[in-house]
């Protein structure tokens, strides 16, 4: 064995952190389906018993991972929404969380991959993105409600509704994104979801204009 290299028994055994970063790698590329225990390990450079040593299978590995990155991003998004008054402000900070997470890793891609791929193929992992999703529109309907409450927000407008239509967005703009990347630009689609979550949700607005950037329309 040539100097300085080291053979497999001799590297240290990857932590938990690093074999789930491995996972969402495949997960965010191949899916739930299409992942193996014996491609994480081969992607994390370690053998199949070293994966097992740390889960029980692979199930126990995606259901770790999704609550380890969702908990982050749930975090992230709560650190980076300032206690601002203005409801419209917190609105582009969700909206800006999100994106950075879409764009500077593949966390984002691998939750949205699952989210879509559990629908009718896995009830439990189905189940816990539900109640993620319901958190997060939860936490949209209170900075709406908020606003409304000091009149910065149109009233008339149900701050439950108007959250599934923001998720609905961030959603669809990342699948058209991950989808087709040199087409979406997920930055002013997203930029756009903003100055029409503007143009509708505002005191004053009628709910039917369209907003407009340099003089043209938005889309």
């Keep these: 064995m040539s100097r300085?290299?080291?053979s497999r028994s001799e590297r240290p055994e990857p932590s938990r952190k690093q074999l789930m970063a491995a996972a969402i790698d495949c997960f965010a590329r191949l899916g739930y389906q299409g992942t193996t225990i014996a491609r994480i390990a081969r992607d994390a450079g370690v053998t199949?018993?070293?994966v097992y040593y740390h889960f029980r299978d692979k199930e126990e590995l995606l259901f770790e991972t999704v609550k380890d990155r969702i908990g982050g991003f749930e975090q992230h998004v709560l650190e980076k929404v300032t206690p601002t008054p203005d409801a419209l402000t917190r609105l582009r900070e969700v909206v800006d969380?999100?994106?950075f997470h879409a764009t500077v890793s593949n966390h984002r891609r691998f939750i949205i991959t699952l989210m879509i791929e559990a629908?009718?193929?896995n009830p439990r992992l189905s189940g816990e993105f539900r109640d993620i999703l319901r958190r997060m529109r939860g936490f949209l309907?209170?900075?709406i409600l908020r606003g409304q409450q000091k009149g910065t927000l149109r009233a008339d407008v149900a701050p439950e509704a108007a959250a599934?239509?923001?998720m609905g967005g961030i959603i669809g703009a990342e699948v058209q994104h991950y989808q087709d990347p040199?087409?979406?630009d997920l930055r002013r689609v997203l930029d756009t979801l903003v100055e029409q979550l503007?143009?509708?949700l505002a005191t004053g607005s009628s709910g039917t204009g369209v907003a407009v950037s340099g003089g043209k329309r938005a889309w």
């Design 198 to 200: 503007s143009a509708w």
């Design 182 to 184: 040199e087409e979406i």
């Design 141 to 143: 309907a209170t900075v």
């Design 4 to 6: 300085g290299r080291k």
């Design 97 to 99: 969380a999100c994106f």
């Design 48 to 50: 199949k018993g070293a």
């Design 164 to 166: 599934a239509v923001i």
């Design 119 to 121: 629908l009718d193929t």
